[in-house]
């Protein structure tokens, strides 16, 4: 654990996160943010231009700028280093997300928006040299549709659309040991077909090459969906490039869960890697016919 978020700190955090919300007016009114898509706008050109995305977070900006070991992903040189080339790619077919925080805080609950109104001060200044400001970018949270929200009234629509892109496609999921994504739910209900190859649960870029190979067994008319942390955002790219449609789905299936059970907090869900929910990097094995059946190959 990095010691900046041990719980000896957490007062000192507390502070930091207040006294940095209250210099966020100053920070975007000197260092102005991107343009940012809407979900709705970067949903529509996914679904009709069949674009791939590379996402990030306030996780990948840490990991970028402090050089952060995450719970789930070690520094690395390479990845660090592919992953501050991608910010500023031209690819049309390859959007690239900034999170919610980039584009509004509006309808955040409070927690959220402190939380963006922080991480954007502590981070920007730094962060802006990596991006093309002339970009219009991407919006990340096209996977975080619900948690997050005051009102959440539009939580279906955005399910809904997010679900159109693979509606009647075999895909092929790269996911975390233990991320279980789909099991359990109708997330993937409507897809033709759907596969598994199954990563490390963390520092999943140590396996890097040899679930990039994998990935290039597959036909290219098939939707990669991806779920592995910064990992993700790289492989996404490099997929993509490959003429893949690749796409970082990230925290939906968790998301999904939360909206299903109409959650009024980031609660662990049991039986799924719950990264954001107290204990929810416990995870208990399940036994599901259907999984394994799903899974083509597996390097955890």
Not at 86 to 108: C, Q, V
Not at 166 to 190: H, T
Not at 193 to 199: D, G, Y
Request: glycine letters at 6%; one cysteine or more; aromatic letters at 10%.
């Amino acid at each position: 654990m990095e010691v900046r978020y041990s719980p000896a700190f957490k007062l000192l955090r507390k502070i930091a996160k207040y006294v940095l919300c209250g210099l966020y007016p100053l920070v975007i009114r000197v260092w102005h943010i991107p343009q940012v898509l809407s979900i709705d706008e970067t949903l529509d050109i996914i679904i009709d231009k069949q674009c791939s995305i590379c996402r990030y977070g306030d996780g990948e900006f840490l990991y970028i700028i402090d050089r952060l070991n995450l719970p789930f992903q070690a520094q690395d040189p390479l990845l660090r280093s592919k992953m501050i080339a991608i910010l500023k790619s031209s690819d049309k077919h390859i959007l690239i997300g900034l999170p919610i925080g980039y584009h509004s805080l509006r309808n955040l609950v409070v927690e959220s928006e402190r939380t963006w109104k922080s991480q954007i001060a502590w981070i920007y200044p730094r962060l802006r040299k990596y991006l093309d400001m002339k970009k219009t970018y991407a919006n990340a949270s096209i996977t975080r549709v619900y948690a997050d929200y005051k009102d959440k009234s539009s939580s279906k629509s955005h399910f809904e659309k997010l679900m159109s892109i693979w509606r009647n496609r075999e895909i092929v999921l790269i996911e975390g040991e233990k991320s279980y994504i789909g099991v359990g739910n109708d997330l993937f209900a409507k897809a033709a077909k759907v596969e598994r190859i199954i990563a490390p649960m963390h520092h999943a870029f140590s396996r890097y090459d040899e679930l990039y190979a994998e990935a290039l067994k597959q036909e290219r008319s098939k939707l990669i969906l991806i779920a592995l942390g910064p990992t993700a955002t790289v492989l996404s790219y490099e997929l993509a490039k490959e003429g893949y449609q690749a796409i970082d789905i990230g925290n939906v299936d968790i998301e999904y869960e939360w909206y299903r059970m109409r959650a009024s907090s980031k609660v662990k869900i049991e039986g799924k890697y719950t990264s954001e929910a107290i204990g929810g990097r416990v995870v208990e094995g399940i036994i599901d016919d259907g999984y394994q059946r799903q899974i083509i190959s597996r390097f955890s």
